[in-house]
Each structure stands twice: as C-alpha cells, then as structure tokens.
C-alpha cells in the first residue's frame, strides 16, 4: 500500500509541477504507472482472496463477517481494476489514453 501511495503523490507532483514538458513522455510515464496499479491491484486481489478462504473454512460467524466483508471488498478492487462500465477504473483509464493518442 505504500508503494501504492508513493505512485499517486509522484503523478500528483508531476501534475503540479509541470515536471516533463514532453507530452509523449508525461503519456508514458502515465501508463507506466497506471500498468503498476493494475499490477499491485492484481496482488492485493489475490492476498484477499486467499484471506477469505481462510476465513471461510474456519466458519462460524468468522466465515460470516470476516469472509464476507472480504468478498466484498474484492469485488470493489476488481471492478475498479478492470470494468469497462466503471469509469475510473484503471481499463477505462487506460484505454481512454490509447484513444486519446496523447491528445
């Protein structure tokens, strides 16, 4: 998660600073780092789920709270990782930057 918050204060820096005139650059350097939230996403989905399925096999209200908080909280990451109908999603992002061709 830190490195997480590292990511987003260096592009918001970046932002405020006006920090690469090269408008290609800035693109790239955008996707790069929006391809490492996706990938960190990725990890943290998994180290949920295998946290719920050791919640879920413990039953009892564990499986109940803790599981199924879990579950939901999965399902937001995976949605803002990757759903096309989610507008801030990191697919949506990317893909309105290919669109944009850097415009």
């Given at each position: 998660m830190e490195e997480l918050k590292k990511i987003?204060?260096?592009?918001?820096?970046?932002?405020?600073?006006?920090?690469?005139?090269?408008?290609?650059?800035?693109?790239?350097?955008?996707?790069?780092?929006?391809?490492?939230?996706?990938?960190?996403?990725?990890?943290?989905?998994?180290?949920?789920?295998?946290?719920?399925?050791?919640?879920?096999?413990?039953?009892g209200e564990i499986k109940r709270v803790i599981g199924g908080q879990l579950s939901y909280t999965m399902k937001i990451l995976e949605k803002f990782k990757e759903s096309e109908s989610q507008p801030g999603s990191i697919t949506h992002l990317l893909n309105f930057l290919k669109n944009q061709g850097g415009k």
């Open positions: 987003f204060e260096e592009l918001l820096k970046n932002a405020i600073d006006g920090n690469s005139s090269n408008e290609e650059e800035n693109k790239a350097e955008l996707v790069d780092a929006l391809n490492g939230l996706y990938m960190q996403l990725d990890d943290i989905i998994v180290a949920i789920h295998r946290a719920k399925v050791i919640a879920n096999n413990m039953g």
